[in-house]
């Protein structure tokens, strides 16, 4: 099974790739996504709204190459800003269109739970997640993957670790969550 990791941002978003089976996870691919840097002729940064284009486009494509079967997203839960929270909603939305439209089926996972699987504890700091993801997957010694690279990475191994035994529901598609939530639906 492919497990693709996401982990929303509007300016940087993390994305990983882990496949499972009988011998154990492996690292297929890990990065970002980019949308935020200011254009180097301009100086000027890309409107928010094209950068939801470019999350969706960019997991569209990882999604096309890598056939995932199942995407794992990191759920904002809060934050002291209300207009970054949004942006980053946003964001996660995006992502979580891209799998959609491409019938991969989506699980929410939020920052503790995906600490506490891949950590044992759920207050881990993002170094902690970051040396545990690179010890779950053997990477080389001194192969370092930047932080939102590895939050995207433990969002694919929190799903492969605590997926199995976690009841909420994931969707193929929004047809199938409107038929699951119809009073969500208005």
Not at 1 to 21: A, C, K, Q, R
Not at 29 to 43: H, L, M, N, P, W
Not at 56 to 62: D, F, G, K
Not at 113 to 132: D, H, L, P, Y
Request: hydrophobic share 40%; charged share 25%; proline share 4%.
């Amino acid at each position: 099974m492919i497990i693709l990791g996401i982990d929303p941002g509007s300016n940087i978003t993390g994305f990983g790739i882990v496949e499972t089976g009988e011998g154990g996870e492996r690292l297929l691919e890990s990065g970002v996504i980019r949308v935020g840097t200011a254009d180097k002729d301009t100086g000027i940064a890309p409107e928010h709204v094209l950068r939801l284009q470019r999350i969706h486009e960019a997991v569209t494509e990882l999604i096309g190459e890598f056939k995932p079967d199942l995407c794992a997203v990191e759920m904002p839960i809060y934050g002291k800003n209300p207009q970054s929270m949004l942006k980053l909603g946003r964001a996660q939305a995006a992502a979580m269109l891209a799998a959609l439209n491409r019938q991969v089926p989506v699980t929410e996972y939020t920052p503790k739970e995906i600490k506490k699987a891949v950590t044992g504890n759920g207050n881990a700091s993002k170094e902690q997640v970051r040396f545990m993801v690179e010890t779950m997957l053997q990477m080389r010694q001194g192969m370092s993957i930047t932080l939102d690279a590895s939050d995207a990475l433990a969002v694919a191994l929190c799903h492969i670790h605590r997926g199995a035994t976690r009841s909420t529901a994931t969707y193929k598609n929004w047809e199938a969550f409107a038929r699951s939530n119809p009073g969500r639906i208005k």
